[in-house]
Each structure stands twice: as C-alpha cells, then as structure tokens.
T-cell receptor, first 113, second 111 residues
Framework: IAGITQAPTSQILAAGRRMTLRCTQD?????MYWYRQDLGLGLRLIHY???????GKGEVPDGYSVSRANTDDFPLTLASAVPSQTSVYFC??????FGGGYTFGSGTRLTVV | DQQVKQNSPSLSVQEGRISILNCDYTNSMFDYFLWYKKYPAEGPTFLISISSIKDKNEDGRFTVFLNKSAKHLSLHIVPSQPGDSAVYFCAARANDYKLSFGAGTTVTVRA
C-alpha cells in the first residue's frame, strides 16, 4: 500500500453500538487527523495527533475518542453511536511542520440508524 | 462558526471557459492556504497552495490569488476541462499546522 488505508469503506450501525474506524498510513508521517464531511459544512476536524503517543481535540470531538499507540495507526472510536454521527469520515496525515497539505484516505461512509 | 467560507455551493461552466472559485476567511492568523479537489467516493487530493507572503501562485491551468487585506482567495481554472468536475475545498492553516476547511464548491464542466 502507498498512502492511507481506511476500513471499513462503509458501515450501517445501530444507534447505541460501539464502532472503531481504522486508519493506517505507510508514509511515516508524524501527524494524523480525523475529519468528518457533512453537506454544507465541509470537512470538520474531530481529533488529531501530532506524534505517536499524543492526541488532541479538534472542532467536533464530542462522542469520539482516538489513540495513537504507534506512528502508523490512528483509530477513531464511537463509544455509543447516535444518528447525528452519520457522516463520511476521512483520515489524513502530514509531516509535522510541513508547508504542504495533507494526504487523505478514501473515507468511511457511516450510517447510524 | 466557520473560519473559512465558500459561499457558492455550486458552479457550472462550459468546457474551455474559466472557472473561478472564491473563498473568504476570518482568522488573521492563517498563514498558508490550500485548495483540495475531491471526486465522489474518493478522499480529497491536494491541488495548489499559496503562502501568505505571496499574492499569486500558478501551476499549469490552476492559479490561486490571495488578497490578504480582504481576507479573500480565489482559484482560477483555465481552460476548464470535463475532468475538472469535482468538489473543491478551500483550506487554511494557522501556526498549529491544522487545516480549517470551507464547505466546498461543486464544479460541473459542461461539454
């Protein structure tokens, strides 16, 4: 693989269930991010990690948690899913301090019913 | 409150003509601006960027203009091609390196 791999590609989830979205990168980037994309709102940052072992809250962190045990993996967990978490979720990575942009995964389409 | 705003949700342009996408921002601490392009069922991909110390950056058919006093940037695509049909996101970065995105503009290039 080259870049970022997200899994699953799509998921229908019952409200109240726990779900972990997986994200793996092979570029050895220090920083990783989770965004959600919603119509009319664009991409909003959920959580981020500047380096392995550290995480931070973004613009819309409530209901989500992340961990960064190593450089390559950055899973996003919904502890108890609610319908408002229906969205398309994108994982991204970048070199810390890099003047360019992010590399994004292909996204996970999540529907909470 | 969104700090990066794209007020035009959609744009339709004839093939061969110019596409102009606009973006406004409110945070004066933003020092780097980027445009991303997104096709359906794919992640956004980096298109072009501009530093706050410049007012123009050009890459082939794509040119980004920055007006710092107006807190406004625009993306020009000349000439527009059918493959340019996509959603375009404007993004801005402050010194914490996290990107703030606009809502996106869907461009449709008509044959």
């Amino acid at each position: 693989i080259a870049g970022i791999t997200q899994a699953p590609t799509s998921q229908i989830l019952a409200a109240g269930r726990r779900m972990t979205l997986r994200c793996t990168q092979d570029m050895r980037h220090n920083a990783m991010y989770w965004y959600r994309q919603d119509l009319g709102l664009g991409l909003r940052l959920i959580h981020y990690s500047n380096t392995a072992g550290t995480t931070g809250k973004g613009e819309v962190p409530d209901g989500y948690s992340v961990s960064r045990a190593n450089t390559d993996d950055f899973p996003l967990t919904l502890a108890s899913a609610v319908p408002s978490q229906t969205s398309v979720y994108f994982c991204a990575s970048s070199e810390t301090g890099f003047g360019g942009g992010y590399t994004f995964g292909s996204g996970t389409r999540l529907t909470v019913v | 409150d969104q700090q990066v705003k794209q007020n035009s949700p959609s744009l339709s342009v004839q093939e061969g003509r110019i596409s102009i996408l606009n973006c406004d921002y409110t945070n004066s601490m933003f020092d780097y601006f980027l445009w991303y392009k997104k096709y359906p069922a794919e992640g956004p991909t980096f298109l072009i960027s501009i530093s706050s110390i410049k007012d123009k950056n050009e890459d082939g058919r794509f040119t980004v203009f920055l007006n710092k006093s107006a807190k406004h940037l625009s993306l020009h695509i000349v000439p527009s091609q059918p493959g340019d049909s996509a959603v375009y996101f404007c993004a801005a970065r402050a010194n914490d390196y996290k990107l703030s995105f606009g809502a996106g503009t869907t461009v449709t290039v008509r044959a």
